[in-house]
């Protein structure tokens, strides 16, 4: 499946609002072809089949529709129609998916046609095609459909805008155990715009997809844990929450955790493998990773003082939008031979930066 990175607008929204003070603004340290379509689907759908096997946990809120899981039919044979969409034959995928919709009115077929209209895969990139699917299969009790077609409404996609209706389609797959959709309703209820603010329903909701190990939600969990939003505020709990996720590579997870580990909140102090984790996320161009690897390269707290590289991932930082006054004055003070040699090595990352308006 295409992996999706650009989040719906209210879940930035609601996280914005909620966490203000974010975990990350602290510092380690106090100084720092077309196919053909298919034919119409029959009038009187068939029974709803039983919610499909847990897939893998993916991020949700995100601008297109969650995969969705390939399995058995119900009559226990191969699903050759999954089969081919995973193995990225999709006019494979498209032609045996719209046979079972024929033969059967299949609604696992319907969403898997949502998701090759929605992504351009095998057919010709069609949104208002797509939502047309994924309501069909949606109606005859498919939660994958259900979650796509709620993202859609919140992405405004295929012609679809209603929050309210977004709202429906996420609660009514998280009860069918989505976990993607458990996490976009607890968002919700953070929010407080579809439903009255309810910080200890979204705790309840972000378990359930913690429970299916969604990192998003994690870190979502992570943060009402350290504020003390709708649960006791417990740091090691928060911490806990934070590695787990950072160990699903959940970029903002992984920089908070390297600060709980860095300043020993919520956990045992482990400055030198703080530091692995700044680095490690900073050579994956997080600015804020980049801006706490240069401050500990100053300080030599996890890591050998290094001046030239401090100002190099200082300058990588800044550019990207991490400015540092404390990094600024420690430049400052530098001779202009360290200055022009952390200038060259940040050089080649400069260049690679979008421009900043």
């Not at 510092?27 to 847990?54: D, L």
């Not at 059967?104 to 077929?109: A, E, H, K, N, Q």
């Not at 993202?151 to 309210?164: D, S």
């Amino acid at each position: 499946m295409t992996e999706r990175n650009h989040r719906w607008t209210a879940a930035v929204a609601a996280v914005a609002i909620l966490f203000a003070a974010p975990l990350h603004a602290q510092a380690p340290v106090e100084s720092a072809g077309p196919a053909t379509r298919p034919a119409a689907v029959p009038a009187t759908p068939p029974a709803p089949r039983p919610p499909a096997a847990k897939r893998p946990a993916v991020p949700a809120s995100t601008a297109a529709p969650a995969p969705v899981a390939a399995g058995p039919t119900r009559q226990g044979e191969p699903d050759l129609a999954y089969g081919a969409y995973q193995r990225g034959y999709f006019l494979t995928a498209f032609a045996e998916a719209t046979k079972r919709v024929n033969e059967r009115g299949d609604p696992r077929s319907m969403t898997l046609i949502g998701e090759l209209y929605a992504n351009g895969l095998g057919v010709k990139q069609d949104d208002v095609e797509a939502a047309r699917w994924y309501r069909l299969a949606a109606d005859r009790g498919d939660r994958d459909a259900m979650f796509a077609l709620g993202v859609f409404h919140m992405a405004r996609r295929g012609g679809l805008h209603e929050r309210p209706e977004a709202a429906r389609l996420f609660a009514s797959a998280a009860k069918l155990g989505h976990a993607a959709a458990a996490y976009d309703l607890g968002l919700l209820y953070l929010e407080g715009q579809e439903f009255p603010q309810d910080f200890g329903r979204a705790a309840e909701l972000f378990r359930i997809a913690v429970a299916a190990g969604n990192p998003e939600a994690q870190y979502a969990l992570a943060n009402l844990y350290k504020e003390g939003k709708g649960v006791t505020k417990d740091l090691v709990e928060s911490t806990r929450l934070l590695g787990a996720a950072a160990l699903a590579e959940y970029p903002d997870a992984e920089v908070e955790y390297a600060i709980a580990l860095y300043n020993g909140t919520g956990i045992a102090k482990d400055e030198a493998r703080a530091t692995t984790l700044f680095r490690r996320a900073a050579l994956r161009g997080n600015p804020i990773a980049q801006d706490r690897l240069a401050r500990i390269l100053t300080m030599g707290r996890g890591a050998p003082v290094n001046p030239v590289e401090a100002i190099k991932w200082h300058l990588i930082a800044k550019a990207g939008g991490d400015g540092d006054p404390y990094l600024d004055a420690y430049a400052a003070q530098q001779t202009p031979e360290v200055r022009a040699a952390a200038e060259k090595a940040a050089r080649p990352w400069l260049a690679g930066l979008p421009r900043r308006s």
